[in-house]
């Protein structure tokens, strides 16, 4: 049993960037320029680039993305596997950002008066 139904919310997700965009059709189109801007230089295919996205989404938590690119993950033919691969990724980043921002706490208090 799924905990949410994922295909309902990136279809609300949709409609609302839908409402956002009459009421401010730049700021969308911009968003839009800026999604396929990469894709234009060819140098990774939609698969890989959904992969990159899905690692991104964990660690901004971003629900509405993750509700997005997997669905266009598995519609470029990505596996569980490689969804798992490419989310193992994305958990490695964080627990090593947490790790470096542990360096800069030790660095604080060793400079605290």
Known sequence: MAMLDWNDYRSQILARVGEIGKLSPDTVKGY???????AKTGHLDGKVRELIAL???ITLRCDG?????TAAAKKH????????????????????AALVYSTRTID?????A
């Open 32 to 38: 839009m320029a800026l999604g396929g801007a990469g």
């Open 55 to 57: 690692a991104v989404a």
């Open 65 to 69: 993305c993750i509700a997005v690119h």
């Open 77 to 96: 033919g990505a596996t569980k596997g490689e969804i798992t691969e490419a989310l193992g990724v994305g958990i490695s980043v964080n627990a090593g």
């Open 108 to 112: 604080a208090f060793d400079a605290a």
